[in-house]
């Protein structure tokens, strides 16, 4: 089945303490990206991958990072996470081409106190 | 990118036709059309984009008026299933390396609860 999977689906840490939701594509696309969700904000791109080795920010970028080392997987990085990060955070790909079809993952809830 | 101006929430009688419009009165030229829906706390689902034509898929049909300004998203018999949230959103991205092209913009959609 084509997916998008995260990892964990739930996360409550504490300020300070890295921490590392994985994402994972199995439909060989190349563009990988990154959103976190909060009420009343509506979606917001944090990092982008156009392919292997290749990432760019997006609009919210400060506090994460994230890395492109194989095509399936977009990891998403907190050096020190703080409660302004908690939110629901999305992975999604799409295909080369295919520029308004994207393909989210489940989501990961992450509460940082 | 053109906004989008959407109702908050909306109604629909399961079996009927729910009708979701969008205002979208700055669109340029080559700027698409595009419905997403998310379903509570689920990743947001492609569901149909369009230019100019009408377009019809396997989940719904999009009617976009003749000057493009605004569109409605029509889901032809609703069922409890289709109660979310739904984006509509316009985007253009001159190629594929355009910075951000991976980005839609996501706003607060219209919540429709589909009622028994």
């Known amino acids: 089945e084509a997916q998008v999977t995260q990892n964990p689906r739930y996360l409550i840490t504490v300020t300070g303490k890295k921490l590392t939701v994985t994402c994972s594509q199995n439909?060989?696309?190349?563009?990988m990206s990154w959103y976190r969700q909060d009420p009343g904000l509506g979606l917001r791109q944090i990092y982008y991958s156009m392919n292997v080795e290749v990432t760019d920010k997006g609009d919210v970028p400060e506090g994460y990072k994230v890395s492109r080392k194989e095509k399936r997987n977009f990891p998403l990085i907190l050096e020190s996470p703080s409660p302004n990060q908690t939110s629901l955070y999305f992975c999604?790909?799409?295909?080369?081409?295919?520029?308004?079809?994207?393909?989210f993952g489940p989501g990961t809830r992450l509460t940082v106190t | 990118d053109a906004k989008t101006t959407q109702p908050t929430s909306m109604d629909c009688a399961e079996g009927r036709a729910a009708n979701l419009p969008c205002n979208h009165s700055t669109i340029s030229g080559n700027e698409y059309v595009y419905w997403y829906r998310q379903i509570h706390s689920q990743g947001p689902q492609y569901i149909i984009h369009?230019?100019?034509n009408n377009e019809t898929n396997e989940m719904a049909s999009l009617i976009i008026t003749e000057d493009r300004k605004s569109s409605t998203l029509i889901l032809p018999h609703a069922t409890l299933r289709d109660t979310a949230v739904y984006y509509c959103?316009?985007?253009?991205?001159?190629?594929?390396?355009?910075?951000?092209?991976?980005?839609?913009?996501f706003g607060t959609g219209t919540r429709l609860t589909v009622i028994p």
């Open positions: 959103i316009v985007y253009f991205a001159l190629n594929e390396y355009q910075t951000g092209a991976n980005n839609l913009f």
């Open positions: 369009g230019l100019k």
């Open positions: 999604a790909s799409r295909p080369r081409g295919a520029l308004y079809e994207q393909y």
């Open positions: 439909m060989n696309h190349e563009y």
